[in-house]
């Protein structure tokens, strides 16, 4: 699969022509030496641009560009990254090669949200940082693999809070040529489109293809003048619209993206859809191949589903695409009947009860049904997973639905800040970024404790910076007094951070219900919080919720130790999980289908103190050891008006009372192991004996770094999918190949 290379800036002088290469591969994004070229070349256009080396090439200025090429140890370091990023794409020496996996796997990998950087925002949450981290993983294991999904020209919004804490939703559109995106050609040179039947006439896509490292991710754009207008908003915005909206996205999804693979050469051999909006894709490529296989698409969709790997991410119902059978014909009725499929057959395919008439047509159903592989993000997602659909199999006994588990996991390279990963390379050794196994990271128990709070608390140092300069930004955009935001935060006090979308399951809110003990916390001045995120444009209980919490805090007494900032995107987010010493999460289970926010603060020697959902309930159940537990896990017990949310926020309180601040504050020196006393109003904790570190909280910090980093990240997940879904997958295809080609290869 080729794309033309990407033109240099006309003005750019020579010798800075390997920053166009290094700008328009994505490894920049976990590949540190690189981003500080390009923050070097101009800071303050580098943080302007949102950290986007395309537009900073095209937009620096000639004097420092001419100083810049001038500069011969600047463009030695600029020529050795270009060789090193050249070495990465041509290494044959992959783990997955090591491994002997086979050359012609090829795996398509569809998703409707993609989070790889800040500066390309078609992403919202979990489901995107996941998809993201995934291809980055792929990426530096070898795997063959290929990103499809959706260029959204206005992404996400960018969130802006007032002073009253309303979310006000805000949208500008991206110019692709100013991104770090190349548009495909075919093979003539021309720009590559691919069209499908859509209502009564053709829709047309172009793709965009961006580089992640060795995995290029194809991103469809139907805004192009063959289109009508309606029609070139389809891929406007992410989560932007209506159900109609959203069906019209999906068939753009599932269907041009086989088409566009197809396009530009990219033979899948399997399937993996990424949540049920890509469901499409399996019809799709059924298709395409039914006239080889002599039979029609829906029998092909059935023999083509052990290429199929489908992975599910909602554990309630209301999460789920449902579409009406009416809207779905206004848009399918012609694609099915080229297929010459009776249209009742396809609908059913989408119904758990294929002949009820009233169903609507769920996305997930046709992604169960024509899937061989198919699992939660948990091992409790796994279990609710199989619950909720069982019904789909009812000759098999519930608890044997085909539904496995793979857990989640992060991209680590990604996530882990300077100070930690310099740590890592000292102790559990130069190669800690790709092997991730256990009997390495044995080694963390050994890190000098000393040495891990210099990096814990330069991390948290950077944080409190980094709050105060956004916090006065906030506050200067509503014309507010910013003068106390140089106060916020004390880079010496005990920091929980509480950072994801406001969904109302996530209950951001929960502390607030028992204001009182907050207050008292609070006052106790011992810990301070971060609050950081958005709520989806059409959830209103979401922003009411960010409502409250933004209102308590603007309260004078409390607001230099509970911050909320706005614009949580994943910029953002590297910095909160590098900065937090806790990493608070209480959803209300078991709606978390794994969570990740908590993997990324672990791997940064955060603590997790989390409700026992999604990842947390098997990271306690396996690693939480007696003698060194990984963190805390709140578990209530509702009172007998069962409710859930003040014992949850009682038990929370109890842990943080009673566990958590005695902890951090029990420093080596202290008398007996009594918390050092931090009194209110906030004299900061005595230097000397506060300043050592606390050994019985960083013994946590290296339990919890030992036993969840090798586990919790995306090369073990991406492993365990290849071992377990894709290379079966993979030999289903093999098997079905006429002997010739077999032979061939
Ligand atoms: C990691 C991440 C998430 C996921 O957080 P959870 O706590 O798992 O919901 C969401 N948004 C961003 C920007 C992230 O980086």
Redesign the pocket.
């Known amino acids: 699969m080729t794309t033309a290379a990407p033109t240099p800036p006309p003005d750019l002088p020579p010798p800075l022509g390997p920053l166009v290469p290094l700008a328009y591969n994505l490894r920049w994004d976990w590949h540190a030496p690189v981003r500080a070229l390009f923050e070097r070349l101009d800071p303050a256009l580098w943080e302007a641009t949102r950290h986007n080396p395309v537009r900073l090439l095209a937009e620096l200025d000639p004097a420092r560009a001419r100083a810049a090429a001038a500069d011969g140890a600047g463009v030695a370091a600029i020529e050795a990254e270009a060789a090193a990023l050249r070495r990465y794409l041509s290494d044959p020496e992959t783990p997955y090669a090591r491994r002997g996996g086979p050359a012609d796997l090829r795996v398509a990998y569809f998703c409707a949200e993609f989070?790889i950087t800040e500066c390309l925002p078609i992403y919202a949450?979990?489901l995107g940082?996941l998809a993201g981290d995934h291809l980055k993983s792929a990426s530096d294991l070898g795997i063959p693999l290929v990103g499809v999904g959706l260029f959204y020209r206005e992404g996400y919004f960018e969130q802006e809070v007032a002073r009253d804490g309303t979310q006000r939703e805000v949208y500008a559109a991206a110019d692709p040529t100013r991104l770090p995106l190349t548009l495909a050609r075919a093979a003539d040179g021309s720009v590559l489109r691919v069209s499908l039947p859509f209502r009564d006439y053709r829709l047309h896509v172009q793709v965009w293809r961006a580089d992640v490292g060795r995995v290029p991710l194809l991103l469809l754009d139907t805004d192009i003048p063959e289109n009508r207008p309606e029609d070139r908003r389809i891929t406007d915005r992410l989560y932007g619209g209506d159900e109609e909206q959203r069906l019209r996205q999906e068939i753009v999804l599932g269907v041009a993206g086989v088409r566009a693979l197809t396009a530009l050469g990219y033979h899948p051999t399997v399937l993996h859809l990424n949540e049920g909006h890509a469901a499409f894709a399996a019809l799709e490529l059924a298709r395409a191949e039914a006239p080889a296989r002599g039979a029609g698409p829906f029998a092909t969709a059935e023999r083509l589903a052990p290429r199929v790997v489908f992975t599910t991410h909602t554990p309630v119902p209301a999460g789920h695409d449902y579409f009406e059978p009416d809207l779905l014909e206004r848009y399918l009725g012609g694609y099915v009947w080229d297929m010459r499929e009776p249209w009742d057959r396809f609908v059913a395919l989408g119904r758990a009860d294929g002949a009820a008439p009233g169903e609507p047509f769920c996305m997930t159903v046709l992604a169960l049904r024509l899937s061989g592989f198919r699992n939660g993000v948990s091992r409790l997602h796994g279990q609710v997973t199989r619950d909720m659909w069982r019904h789909l199999w009812p000759s098999v006994e519930p608890e044997d639905a085909p539904v496995a588990h793979i857990t989640n996991g992060v991209h680590l390279p990604t996530w882990v800040a300077g100070d930690m990963a310099a740590v890592y390379t000292r102790h559990i050794g130069e190669v800690w970024p790709l092997e991730l196994d256990e009997v390495r990271w044995q080694r963390a128990a050994h890190i000098p404790f000393e040495e891990l709070w210099r990096a814990r608390a330069a991390q948290r140092a950077r944080l409190t910076a980094e709050v105060r300069r956004r916090l006065a930004a906030q506050l200067a955009r509503r014309g507010e007094d910013a003068g106390w935001a140089s106060q916020a935060l004390d880079e010496r006090l005990l920091t929980v951070v509480y950072a994801?979308?406001f969904a109302t399951y996530k209950r951001a809110g929960l502390l607030l219900a028992r204001a009182e003990r907050l207050e008292a916390l609070l006052r106790g001045g011992k810990l301070q919080f971060v609050f950081a995120g958005k709520a989806h444009p059409r959830d209103e209980a979401g922003k009411e919720m960010l409502r409250r919490v933004h209102a308590f805090a603007q309260r004078p007494e409390f607001r230099t130790r509970f911050v909320y900032l706005e614009g949580?995107?994943?910029e953002l987010?590297r910095r909160l999980v590098a900065g937090a010493d806790v990493w608070l999460?209480v959803p209300m289970r078991p709606r978390e289908a794994s969570?990740?926010?908590?993997m990324?603060a672990a791997a940064n020697g955060a603590l997790n103190l989390s409700v026992p959902d999604g990842w947390w309930a098997e990271a306690i159940a396996d690693h939480n050891r007696l003698g060194e537990p990984v963190g805390w896990s709140i578990e209530a017990h509702p009172g007998p008006d069962g409710d859930v949310d003040l014992a949850d926020a009682d038990a929370l309180f109890a842990l943080l009372e009673a566990e958590v601040i005695p902890l951090f504050y029990d420093r080596a020196g202290a008398a007996d192991g009594a918390a050092a006393p931090v009194a209110h109003p906030a004299p900061p904790p005595p230097a000397g004996a506060a300043d050592a570190p606390p050994v019985r909280w960083l013994g946590r910090v290296r339990a919890s770094i030992r036993q969840l980093v090798p586990v919790f990240n995306t090369h073990r997940m991406v492993f365990e999918y290849l071992d377990r879904a894709y290379l079966p997958a993979h030999a289903s295809w093999s098997a079905a190949q006429p002997s010739s080609s077999v032979a061939e290869a």
């Open positions: 989070a949450g979990g940082v994801r979308r949580y995107d994943v987010a999460n969570g990740t926010s908590g990324k």
